[in-house]
């Protein structure tokens, strides 16, 4: 009886212990571009398609929005964790972080589910800081004025976002101004001590178009472990049970 309650224990614990893995897609038009090789403008005009995940088992709730119910910041409070990817392509170029010897690790989500003011917003931030002073950053926000955009502020979320280039959402059109509703903004840059230079640098600004939401549950391997013990120490007892000997 003791061992069945144990086994039952160990499948409850690996049923809870699962994170939720993010993951998202979104579309823009660049409109201001700069790189070392290429010089300023070089990707103007161009769609830039990004990829997303980030794996809230690493998420710690920021206290800095604290008291502010419809405003949400998740971190590593640690800042030690790299539980947030962005990368990007810009017609056949692929670009991502490379990871070096991380000195410090800034990656965020923000979220702000503000039914009253009609406000909703979305902010995912890969932000890495190198002990070579490099940095490199990516990140992307996205409103949402008419629509109830987002529905807690949780850090999963699973939500569709679209520019449909209109005013009706109080935005202008996604490639014309600022004041677009979506923007995307990367920045890698390399600073040389010595000379006190910028050494290399490049930097991509884009209007956002659209945006696709999406996440699943994931088993830790530690969560698979107990449910592996678990089965195992169920399947023992019913064994047990069915080939014990009568006693005499």
């Given at each position: ?211 696709n939401i999406n996440y699943g549950e994931v ?30």
């Open positions: 009886m003791k061992n069945s309650i144990l086994a039952l224990i160990s499948i409850l614990f690996a049923c809870q212990a699962q994170a939720a893995i993010v993951t998202g897609e979104i579309r823009g038009v660049v409109y201001n571009s700069y790189s070392e090789v290429g010089g300023a403008d070089i990707y103007n005009g161009q769609e830039l398609i990004a990829n997303f995940r980030y794996d809230t088992d690493a998420a710690q709730l920021y206290d800095y929005y604290a008291g502010v119910d419809h405003t949400a910041e998740w971190k590593d409070t640690n800042a030690d964790d790299s539980w947030v990817d962005i990368s990007y392509t810009i017609g056949s170029t692929l670009f991502d972080v490379v990871l070096d010897p991380l000195h410090k690790i800034l990656d965020k989500v923000k979220v702000v589910n503000d039914d009253a003011n009609g406000a909703d917003m979305f902010m995912v931030n890969e932000q890495d800081i190198f002990e070579t002073n490099r940095h490199d950053y990516a990140y992307f926000y996205f409103y949402d004025y008419v629509n109830d955009l987002v529905n807690s502020t949780d850090v999963v979320q699973q939500l569709a976002w679209e520019d449909l280039n209109t005013t009706d959402g109080g935005c202008a059109s996604s490639n014309a101004s600022d004041s677009a509703c979506g923007h995307f903004y990367a920045h890698d840059y390399l600073y040389n001590t010595d000379t006190k230079k910028m050494q290399s640098y490049h930097k991509v600004s884009a209007y956002l178009t659209s945006a088993a830790e391997p530690a969560s698979v472990f107990l449910l592996g013990l678990g089965l195992v120490g169920v399947g023992m007892m019913h064994r047990r049970k069915v080939f014990m000997p009568a006693s005499v």
